[in-house]
């Protein structure tokens, strides 16, 4: 059974750092390319970062870019999200999403909140 | 980046009834090399994560209901419940992976 686990959210100040995880198990991890997505209270989906299975190829939305880092670990079945200079804007549940064949997101973990506030 | 924008924001469907989103993008999301719309539907429940319903504009995500059914090629594109349940009440988004993904706002969909 595919099973996507976020952690690492929590409440930051403004500037401060996060770092999120997402545990990956059920598959073959390090052949599929995986996605952050975010999601603020009560507001829609905005896509965060892409990484391809080899990290070879990544990708960032222009809201996050410069400020936060994507990163994989296939030998641990592990994504990550660093989260520097937050801001409140910021606040959201961030979901790791898995990409399937080029195409769209056929598993979701169930997302952890991050809060930005003084 | 490809904006996508959907219609309604918001529907009121009795139980039974057929319920229709609709889904523009700004720029074209069919793929010549391959003929295919780079374009998917998800559903959402509240406190749940996106549930993939419908991929390449008309494929069903294996166990969806068939009474969810997806159309539309380049531009424009629908969602069509043919027959609402319960269970349907949700939000619902379309997402663009043409490049990188950008979803529309959401549908709400409620029971009338």
Redesign the interface.
Known sequence: EVQLVESGGGLVQPGGSLRLSCAASGFTFSTYSM?W?RQAPGK????VS?ISGSSTAI?Y??SVKGRFTISRDNAKNSLYLQMNSLRDEDTAVY?CAR?TA?????Y????TLVSVSS | ?IVMTQSPDSLAVSLGERATINCKSSQSVLHSSNNKN?L?W?Q?KPG?????LI??ASIR?SGVPDRFSGSGSGTDFTLTISSLQAEDVAVY?C?Q?YT???????TKVELK
């Open positions: 996605n997505v829609g989906l905005e896509w892409y990708y939305a222009d979901y990409e080029g195409c769209c997101s056929d979701w973990g169930q997302g | 980046d780079f998917g998800y959402q749940q994560p996106p549930k993939l991929y390449w995500e988004y997402q992976y990188t993904w950008t979803f529309g706002q959401g």
